[in-house]
């Protein structure tokens, strides 16, 4: 039983952190084109699939409490209760600022540019409103994603 539930919880990790860690960047080209109907449809596609990542998070408690008595594994190693930390982090910083920002560029009739000043006073670039909070909230996320495949593989 502890296979199928390590197994499923590969699978759904698989496909639903992968797309979930990928949906976000393309959304930062969406928001630099200024293409709203696509933003708009990442931020539905992004907070479903985060979600939808719960289900691993389950499916992990499945595989840790059916886990080989051999293996000793519990809710009190290091690398299981860093990854739910991490987990909760990326979940948050998912829903509560990358998502809404995705919100706000699809709702933008057009994308309010934002211009970034030189020393002397000309304008360097223009960037979309919005475009910072989903490239670092989602930079993180997906950063805070691989470190918990880490500890996953490597069970430190």
Known sequence: ???????????????IAGPLAILPMVGLRAVREGNTVQA???AKSTSLLSWL?????????????MSDPEDNFSFSDTWV????????????LTMFVVVPA???AGEAPVA????????????VAA????????A????????????ITVLMVAKP
């Open 40 to 42: 708009a449809s990442l």
């Open 81 to 92: 209760w860093l990854s739910i930390v991490l987990y909760a982090v990326a979940f948050v």
């Open 136 to 147: 670092i909230g989602s930079g993180i996320s997906t950063l805070l994603l691989v470190v």
């Open 112 to 123: 309010v540019a934002v211009a970034v000043a030189a020393a002397d006073g000309t304008v």
């Open 1 to 15: 039983m502890s296979l199928i539930f390590m197994t499923l919880h590969v699978v759904a990790a698989v496909f």
């Open 53 to 65: 990542s719960l289900i691993i998070v389950v499916l992990g408690f499945g595989a840790l409490g």
């Open 127 to 134: 960037k979309p409103a919005g475009y910072s909070r989903i």
């Open 102 to 104: 995705l919100r706000i």
